[in-house]
């Protein structure tokens, strides 16, 4: 984040009058050097701060800090709102991503540039001053609460915005710093619980949109929550956490909060444990206190390599009071409108046929005959393959990990009377039609922004800009009224009992269809009762 005083570089003396005229006017405002636009200062309940001007108009507060700095004595505690300033501070800038480890080439420039001083939100706006109460979009990124940033050029330079909506990204927590959990924590917790300090910050943040997002243009009564991937399956979590009551909408892409199961929290107090005895800290002091005095790249290091144990959110009987599926299947999650869907291929999956019968009987148990014969690998027989899902392999993980958690979770939200609209992204991004519509190929579309490298760049052409249009439309539609629809666009009908879901095809078109992954998603959800039983 941008430093609040931005001393000019000039050469040659002043006399000593004019230094303190200067040091005055840096004082009151510490932009004013640089000229700074003073229609672009905004008031927040800490202070103001000074945005930039975007280019195809409205505004942008880049880097705000909306917590303390989550280190030393406060790594792996609840997030503490942000320290009052006095003076203009510059939000022109992105503040750092969460500390993470490299998980590959999607995220290396993140865990290079990472820092655990990274409770930093960014809001950007259609026009400046706004002119009326605008609906807020509040994203939660994904990259499996491990890795990623709101600190991205695709967040924030499309033309999501230009749809007449407020946008809110956000940082929170990674990892091994957002939901480590050890008895330890919970002792000195107010609440008597650890891990999940990454949904806390999610919450922190909500409440700082609910206190702040009016004097930037937006509509502190109609939020939207909506996050792809890790941030789909924190979108759900929250639905069912103690945070619910801070938004009015969501929308969750490629993610349902019940995959993977959350640990209760006994499970990760001890995954806690065994992680800190393998640190070998000094004998007879306090492991928290030894852990809190590590280096943050020296504690992702020591949970790397073959045995890197994964840290992900528990239901902890506070933040998360229950299991998110026995929440969903009771119908007493959030009592809000749900928008909520997949790709068709998402990840996919190389396994051979015999390493995916032991996969689908090690998850599925006793029903593993009824999900076998539904990827045609009942007895010997040859897998089954699809043209548009691909493999058996293919099927299977998406389905498991993707299709069927969030077709369910529209269905129990469905079922319990509350507006869902339902939809499959089959459109792949032209130039990877062979691979299908995969995971993240979602992202394009609802930014209207279209990368030049990496996993989801393109070759874009006319039939992708007419359907980011139609998806933003869609999306922004539904962030205004609860209902993705309006006269001049294709019906997109509720889910109800017919399942009915939109589909957006590979030419660009939107198209009704229903029963999504019926078959396999039938047998899946008899799988998630038994274990819903379990637990």
Known sequence: MAKAFCLPNRSGAFIASAIAVMVAILVFNPCAARGADASLVVSTKAGQLQGVARTTGGAEFLGVRYAQPPVGDLRWREPVPAKPWSGVREATAFGAPCAQPDLG?????????????????????????????????????????????????????????????????????????????????????AHHVSGNYGLMDQI??????????????????????????????DTGMLMTSIGKGLFQRAIAESGAPFNPWLPSLAEAEKAGEEFAAAL???????????????????????????????????????????????????????????????????????????????????????????????????????????????????????????????????????????????????????GHEAEGAIHSGDLPYVFG???????????????????????????????????????NLPHWPELGLSQTYLEFAQDGRAVTATGLRKSQCDVYREVLAERIKQH
Not at 131 to 145: C, E, R, S, T, Y
Not at 310 to 317: A, N
Not at 470 to 483: D, H, I, P, Q, S
Request: net charge negative.
């Open 105 to 189: 080439g999607w995220n290396r420039h993140d865990a290079e540039t990472g820092q655990e001083d990274c409770l930093f939100l960014n809001v950007i706006t259609p026009s400046w001053p706004a002119k009326k109460p605008l609906p807020v979009m509040f994203w939660i990124h994904g990259g499996a609460n491990e890795g990623g940033t709101a600190s991205s050029a695709l967040y924030k330079d499309g033309t999501l915005v230009q749809h007449g909506v407020v946008l809110v990204t956000v940082n929170y927590r990674l990892g091994l710093f957002g939901f480590f959990a050890h008895p330890g924590l919970t002792r000195e917790s």
């Open 204 to 233: 922190l943040a909500l409440r700082w949109v609910r206190d702040n997002i009016a004097n930037f243009g937006g509509d502190p009564n109609n939020i939207t929550v909506f996050g792809q991937s890790a941030g789909s399956q």
């Open 280 to 430: 070998k800290l000094p004998a007879g002091q306090d492991p928290l206190a030894a852990m809190r005095q590590v280096p943050a790249k020296e504690l992702m290091a020591a949970n790397s390599g073959s045995h890197r144990m994964r840290i992900v959110p528990d239901v902890d009987g506070s933040v998360i009071p229950r299991s998110p599926a026995s929440v969903f299947a009771s119908g007493q999650e959030a009592p809000i409108p749900l928008l909520i869907g997949v790709t068709t291929r998402e990840f996919g999956s190389t396994a051979s046929a015999e390493e995916l019968r032991r996969a689908i009987q090690n998850a599925s148990g006793s029903l593993s005959p009824q999900v076998l014969k539904v990827y045609g690998l009942a007895d010997t027989g040859p897998a089954s393959s699809d043209p548009v899902y691909g493999t058996a392999a293919d099927q299977w993980a998406a389905d498991s990990i993707f299709h069927c958690p969030a077709t369910t979770e529209a269905m129990w939200h469905s079922a319990a009377q509350h507006p869902t609209y339902e939809y499959e992204l089959a459109h792949a991004i032209p």
């Open 449 to 487: 922004y279209f990368p030049k490298t990496g996993n989801i760049a393109g070759n874009f052409g006319d039939v992708d800009y007419k359907l980011a249009d139609l998806v933003e439309t869609y999306w922004t539609n539904f962030a205004r009224t609860g209902n993705p629809n309006s006269d």
